[in-house]
């Protein structure tokens, strides 16, 4: 899971408490800062300051501009000074792997579509969902080539899923995903998100190798509500 990596990465360079300080600071003003308006404010050495803000711009956690603190353009205005502020990216780490954020994007999107077209937003919530995951699944072809045999059509769409956060795993002539991503919601609307995550599911395999892996509906306990086989193959145990 690349972007969970990415992540707690980003948040544990935040360990150190002079980087969290200059972070926070950072983050406080209204308008980017300096590496002179860091030091200054949290009372480090202007060197120290610079290798701190270089640090957290490097993982993602500021971004950089450049500006002549001098107000003035044009000749002897001076050189542009490299100044800090928030980047825009945004950093969350959830073991296990949640992912309430697409849900909800997922969710509006539905919603706002059969707002403004009166089509039903459950049908409409199925093909957004499908259509997510059949790019998620256009990328994984794109990345690997398109699989020759139904095993490695189903080995890319266990990739894909592990990527995302579903944990697969192989159970007999059967896939199951050991972790949903929408987890607390599903607990709170359990209908009506395990059918968006089995479109969602659904759109991925068909994008990967139709018809050669299949995802069935298959709720169990403390997992998610979505198995994989190859075509013609029978369940396993039944969760």
């Known amino acids: 899971m690349r972007g969970v990596d990415q ?28 590496r002179d308006q860091a030091a200054e404010a949290i009372g480090i050495a202007r060197h120290k300051a610079k290798f701190h803000l270089d640090r957290l711009e490097s993982e993602g956690l500021l971004e950089a501009v450049y500006a002549r603190l001098t107000g003035r353009t044009g000749p002897g205005a001076g050189r542009s000074s490299k100044l800090y502020r928030r980047a825009a990216r945004e950093f969350a780490v959830s073991l296990p792997s949640r992912d309430y954020l697409l849900a909800g994007r997922l969710m509006a999107d539905a919603i706002a579509e059969s707002a403004g077209t009166g089509a039903p937003v459950l049908e409409v919530l199925r093909r957004v969902a499908a259509e997510h995951g059949a790019a998620i699944g256009g990328g994984a072809v794109s990345a690997e080539g398109r699989p020759a045999t139904p095993q490695a059509a189903l080995d890319l769409a266990v990739g894909a899923l592990s990527e995302h956060g579903y944990e697969p795993r192989r159970e007999s002539t059967r896939v199951i995903m050991a972790n949903c991503p929408f987890h607390a919601l599903a607990e709170a609307q359990r209908e009506l998100v395990c059918h968006m995550n089995h479109a969602l599911i659904t759109g991925l395999v068909e994008s990967v190798a139709p018809p050669k892996v299949e995802a069935r509906l298959e709720p169990g306990d403390n997992r998610c509500c979505v198995s994989l086989a190859m075509e013609g193959q029978t369940g396993g145990r039944s969760g």
């Open 7 to 34: 992540n707690i990465t980003g948040i544990g360079t935040l360990a150190d408490p002079v980087r969290q300080e200059l972070y926070l600071f950072v983050c406080a003003q209204p308008g980017p800062v300096s």
